[in-house]
């Protein structure tokens, strides 16, 4: 990536104009494609004409993203508001394909897509990833993209609330057949993601893109990969995603898990009128309401619970414990080489750096052993006492794990950054230099090999839990 990189940014990436709303959006019909596929786009827009340019996301000298293509001139089409499904409730955009590009020459990473109208007084993203090939050697950026569309609210309904506002509304499956309400039609791509994928692109990382569905898709593209990175909120994954993750890890494969809430929810990914898997099925309390379980599916509710109960702490060492929180993050194990250059000392905190969900250690449920605690954080959720933890475990297969426990610290390694956004939730300098520098102790060492055979973990849980 270091060639790459050193390539001319584009700083004018960003967004300085939204306009009216419904002004210019639109959605690909495609999560993610390989270099040279064909990515149909289906936009609506106001404007006679607009514009589409493809910016790949990286560091660039701290522009952090590069222009590589950009459309001539395309007509305008005004297309049809959303659609709601009586039985599912899912706001679905049943547009048709407005324009088909061809991604010959683009690297592989993930893209933020601008859409501008003629006059330019209308702005939107679009997000899609170029996806590589091989992941052989290389550290895995996962875009979370099931989430993304979890939590995606174009329409009126997202997997939480319907267009009534109430829970018993909400809808039952989401599609990617609709543009992002969130951040400007960018999901939760800025917050969570696009800040590790500047720092690990500035590190000169060997890496490699891809997606949750193309995870789930392809059982052995994680086979030989030195690590995979989880990033800020990956709540949603399929069976099959994390049956592929599951085997890469217990082969060796490095896992960084940078958020918090991960791989929580259970679901199923369906075709749509548009393509295969753009539908997230996720009936959660309903499960048994759900056709595809009544067929023999696994259950679509969260992957803890019965029937089917796997805990999440049995891939990844922690176990989501609550939201909403905010809180400060204190060091309790300064001397482990993780923390090595952070200038942290034990009881060291970090105000505002734990939330808004978090994840602690608990050996009530499976729990791979030894694991180590470095950071042990109070908390207190909905007048309830917990801790938030930082953990690093080493496995059997040599495997390191590595999961900070918050769900801040993919946004935190902004704070103070070169590039970076304005930091959120009153995170300072110290929270991101903190943070950097962690995430790249991380990264170095993961990007290595199998990180437990060379540093196996020294396990501490007895110091903080009794057992």
Request: glycine share 10%; proline share 7%; hydrophobic share 35%.
């Amino acid at each position: 990536m270091e060639a790459e990189n050193a390539l001319a940014g584009s700083p004018d990436w960003r967004i300085s104009r939204r306009g009216p709303a419904r002004a210019i959006e639109g959605f690909a019909d495609r999560v993610s494609v390989r270099p040279g596929e064909r990515l149909g786009l289906r936009v609506s827009t106001t404007s006679a004409y607009y514009t589409v340019r493809a910016y790949r996301m990286g560091w660039y000298g701290g522009a952090r993203a590069r222009l590589v293509w950009r459309s001539a001139a395309l007509p305008g089409v005004l297309q049809p508001p959303a659609m709601l499904d009586p039985d599912t409730r899912t706001a679905r955009a049943k547009w048709c394909e407005t324009a088909r590009i061809d991604t010959s020459g683009w690297p592989e990473g993930s893209y933020l897509l601008r859409l501008d109208t003629q006059d330019g007084q209308a702005q939107r993203f679009m997000p899609v990833t170029v996806r590589s090939a091989s992941a052989a050697g290389r550290t895995v950026i996962m875009n979370s993209v099931a989430t993304w569309q979890a939590y995606n609210r174009w329409g009126g309904a997202d997997l939480y609330r319907g267009v009534t506002g109430r829970r018993g509304s909400r809808s039952l499956q989401v599609t990617f057949d609709r543009p992002y309400e969130n951040r400007q039609g960018a999901g939760q791509f800025l917050p969570y993601e696009a800040p590790l994928i500047a720092l690990a692109e500035r590190m000169g990382l060997p890496l490699a893109y891809t997606t949750g569905v193309d995870v789930a898709r392809r059982p052995d593209f994680l086979m030989g990969a030195a690590a995979m990175v989880s990033l800020g909120h990956d709540e949603y994954w399929s069976p099959e995603q994390r049956r592929h993750v599951t085997r890469a890890r217990d082969t060796g494969t490095n896992l960084a898990v940078l958020g918090a809430n991960c791989c929580y929810r259970r679901i199923r990914f369906e075709a749509s009128a548009v393509g295969p898997d753009r539908n997230v099925v996720c009936y959660k309390d309903d499960y048994a309401k759900d056709p595809g379980f009544q067929r023999g599916s696994p259950p679509t509710h969260d992957f803890r619970r019965t029937p089917g109960s796997d805990p999440e702490s049995s891939l990844l060492g922690v176990l989501y414990d609550g939201y909403p929180v905010d809180a400060p993050y204190v060091v309790s194990h300064p001397e482990h080489w993780l923390l090595a250059g952070t200038g942290a000392g034990a009881g060291d905190s970090f105000p505002h750096l734990v939330g808004v969900e978090f994840d602690r250690v608990n050996a009530a449920h499976p729990t791979p052993r030894p694991v180590e605690i470095l950071a042990h954080s109070p908390v207190v959720c909905k007048g309830r006492p917990s801790y938030a933890d930082t953990a690093y475990l080493s496995l059997p297969g040599g495997a390191g794990v590595f999961a900070t426990g918050t769900m801040r610290w993919v946004e935190a390694l902004d704070a103070g950054a070169p590039g970076g956004g304005k930091a959120s939730h009153g995170l300072g300098a110290r929270a991101g230099h903190f943070t950097r520098t962690v995430t790249a102790n991380v990264l170095w060492a993961f990007a290595k090999g199998p990180a437990g055979r060379a540093r196996p973990a020294e396990d501490n849980l007895a110091v903080h839990y009794r057992t």
